[in-house]
């Protein structure tokens, strides 16, 4: 039953296992010690809706649908989902529990050292503790390829949810406890925004405050030559790449938040399909070193479905 089910669930992540990290880098780079954190943190993204649970599920399937590797797999510990009304603290939902578990991902970090970090998520926040740790390893010269419909700039003036401000922490802004514990802040110039095509007011001011230079969809829509000179001309031989899956557009691959049914508040949608972002990813890693991604909101409804489907059976018990 487990080989039928990952045949009908590997489509999900084809495009992603396609991507040539190790397979077309020289041979020095061939051996850069990789780590993989599975992080399914459901906290920093918990608007207190039936589908929070699914953070954690997405982040634990991708991890299994994603290739073979000798890269250690390590969970990140994050509290069990209880249905409990989210709790805002000091500004941000669940802060006290999403620092916590940042610091249990640093403590992995850093007793393995790595040279790269692949990150199985979970909301977005899951890319601050191991982007932190590479700018840091990497002597502040890493760039960040953010692949995402939503700028995660914000301040706990426009949210409580720290998924939302996971970038802005990562520049020395967002939430001041939340940007406390990167010790080497990124540089806007060393940032670049991709797919992210329309933004709500609030968002667009912010993005304006730091100066993010972006490439929509449109721009990536034929060939990467727009990402792949900006890269050359920053001279970045090191990039990390925050993937939200949520650039996808909803129409073309279900498992993203937009395509709950009783969403209540405002979101974009994304617009790039797979074989778009699987050619973007492969073209990225042929014009520098990617020494972290980050997989993060892949919410995939359909298994969640049948998993639930299968809880209700008592003869599969």
């Not at 045949?7 to 061939?30: G, H, I, W, Y």
């Not at 990225?284 to 639930?308: C, H, R």
């Amino acid at each position: 039953m487990k080989k039928h089910f990952k045949l009908v669930f590997v489509l999900l992540l084809a495009a992603f296992s396609s991507v040539s990290f190790a397979r077309d880098m020289p041979q020095k780079e061939k051996k850069m010690k990789t780590i993989r954190l599975v992080y399914g943190q459901w906290q920093g993204g918990d608007y207190g809706k039936p589908y929070t649970p699914i953070y954690g599920f997405g982040a634990q399937l991708m991890a299994w649908l994603a290739p073979a590797s000798d890269a250690p797999l390590l969970e990140v510990p994050v509290d069990a989902y209880t249905g409990a009304k989210p709790e805002t603290v000091r500004g941000v939902v669940w802060k006290d529990t999403v620092i916590r578990q940042m610091n249990a991902a640093r403590s992995l970090i850093d007793q393995h050292k790595p040279d790269r970090i692949i990150t199985f998520g979970g909301d977005c926040h899951v890319s601050q503790a191991p982007f932190a740790w590479l700018n840091e390893r990497y002597d502040g010269n890493v760039g960040i390829l953010w692949i995402d419909a939503h700028p995660d700039l914000s301040t706990p003036n426009e949210t409580a949810r720290a998924h939302a401000m996971v970038l802005g922490n990562l520049l020395g802004g967002g939430d001041a406890e939340l940007a406390a514990e990167v010790k080497t802040p990124y540089k806007p110039e060393n940032i670049l925004y991709i797919g992210m095509d329309e933004m709500l007011p609030k968002e667009s001011a912010l993005v304006q405050k730091y100066g993010i230079p972006m490439v929509k969809t449109e721009d990536v829509a034929a060939d990467s030559k727009k990402v792949t000179d900006w890269i050359r001309q920053r001279n970045l031989k090191h990039v990390v790449i925050h993937l939200d899956v949520d650039v996808l557009d909803p129409r073309s691959f279900y498992s993203v938040l937009p395509n709950y049914k009783g969403l209540d508040f405002e979101t974009i949608d994304g617009k790039m399909t797979i074989p778009q972002l699987t050619r973007l990813l492969n073209d990225i890693d042929g014009a520098s070193t990617v020494v972290g991604i980050s997989f993060a909101e892949y919410m995939p409804w359909d298994a969640q479905n049948l998993k639930t489907m299968l809880e209700s059976l008592p003869f599969m018990k």
